[in-house]
């Protein structure tokens, strides 16, 4: 794997569900993430919270991606509740035969995955992306160990 993209959620509604707004988030991030992903091998996970899989759906369908698969462990709300290793246990697991792999998930996990994984998979020391808004992502070069932040504006 080249690349590791983490994405936090676009924004919701009270239902849960992803926002115009959101919908409008994740068409700019996926506009900023296609020079990444173009050419390339490329599978994503995403949480099975609604935000997150609405978000997932517009990211799939603006990168022209197959589809994406749905993990319960990349869920972190009040009913769910999942630890970082098993998340990178997940992540882990989706390495094999891709050239990118973007997981769409939730603050916690969108701000403590990129560092984890840079540590405990590259050998490498990360940097926390603290603040990470909603619709922002964290892309983590496996081959240079760098990361670099997507915070489009709309």
Not at 92 to 103: G, H, T
Request: glycine share 6%; with cysteine; charged share 30%.
């Amino acid at each position: 794997m080249k690349r590791l993209i983490v994405v936090r959620h676009a924004n919701y509604k009270g239902d849960m569900t992803i926002s115009e707004s959101g919908v409008r988030q994740m068409k700019e991030l996926a506009r900023r993430l296609k020079q990444h992903v173009e050419g390339r091998v490329v599978r994503m996970l995403t949480s099975t919270a609604p935000r997150a899989i609405g978000s997932a759906d517009v990211l799939a369908a603006s990168l022209n991606l197959s589809g994406y698969i749905e993990a319960l462990s990349l869920r972190k709300d009040d009913e769910h509740w999942s630890d970082l290793r098993e998340v990178l246990k997940l992540v882990r697991e989706q390495l094999q035969d891709v050239d990118v792999l973007i997981v769409v998930t939730h603050l916690d996990h969108a701000e403590e995955l990129p560092s984890f994984f840079a540590e405990e998979v590259l050998g490498k020391q990360g940097i926390n992306p603290v603040g990470l808004m909603k619709g922002n992502a964290v892309i983590v070069d496996c081959e240079t160990s760098e990361m670099e932040f997507i915070r489009p504006k709309i």
